[in-house]
């Protein structure tokens, strides 16, 4: 489908089906609660004692997205997203608490980020609440995500639909993880670390651009093989789990980056919509089917029965056996295909390999036919002949 921005009519279109659908809204699936923490931040273990305690006290824990940003300096659970994200959100105390990033006091410059005193933990509570009960304009769904333990790959697609016109809309999508052992300041050292962020699978760690459809939907698919481990330093206790893992995604309205970083309008950001879910409440991916190999009129014909499927194939010839006259021997094998197949939402198919001898290639031909260059037997030099007819060299 054809998105808006390539041509002046497709986005006209757009923005008179985003005004005839501008008083539809949806239920927001959840609130999106970042924190900016870090290993060797003393006071951060209080404030995830708060924040725990709000999320089991009000019953939220399927309303609240939730992101530990490790950003504090020399933690050793820190990630490079976690860290631009601090950044962009002028983060400058640890911990600092955002919800929705929403702009709480109006102020053009304010980040949104606030330290979790007494005063502040109340407001992000009320907050909370206050947006949970808030309609959205934005739809999201994680429908057709998927994720294979065998191969640990992981596939996120994030869709949904807007209904009002929406500034700097961008895509997020994150991967946590629970249940890491670490050492803590101002704590135990064998500290559990839960909703830590391991990686972005955004490319831009600030969101990636969100395109919208003509229809005014949309869909982004992020791919990626879990790696052992994440982070700036390598920590045993902090390997990849995917059994204690999450996609966390949202779509959000950004600042004017057109705009200096230091006279950025923060009052227009806004997380519209969120939705989190375990790597194991994900299906394994569907797979293409696996392809046929044939070879018909001159040609091998590679086939899946997926639909929109792409057949990659390799023709590799065999080395061919001959008699005591030269002759070449028909029933040895003369070449070999190698086949899979990729399709839009499966995975790659089983990788399939057929031998065909010369005999199934050349059927009952006359010798003659086969005799390519007439010495009156059918040599290497003829099925070399035959060889570069197939591949077409």
Known sequence: MKTIYKTLLPALYCMMVLNAQAQRTFQRNMVLLEKHTGTQCKACPAADSYIEKYITETNNKKNVALLRHHSYRGSILNTECSETNSGTWGVGAWPSVLVDRYAFFGAKNERKSYS??????????????TRLKTPTYVSLSLDGSSYDPTTRKLRVVVSGEVTKQLPFLRIHAYVTQDGIV???????NNYVHDAAVRFCLMKNADGDELKLNEDSTYSMTFETTLQDNYGLITYDNAATDPKKMKVVAFVSSFVDESVSYYDRDYSTSEVHNADAI???????????ATPTIEYANGNFVVNCTTNDATCHYDITPCTHPTEGDGAVVLTAPAFTVTAYADAPGYGRSAKVRRTFTLREILGEQSSDVRDVDGDGHFTKADVEALA????KK
């Open 388 to 391: 570069r007819k197939i591949l």
């Open 182 to 188: 670490a050492p803590q300041t101002g704590s135990i």
């Open 116 to 129: 979790t005193t007494d005063y502040y933990q109340l407001r992000s509570r009320q907050t909370i609440e």
């Open 278 to 288: 375990a790597l194991t409440d994900l299906p394994a991916e569907t797979a293409c």
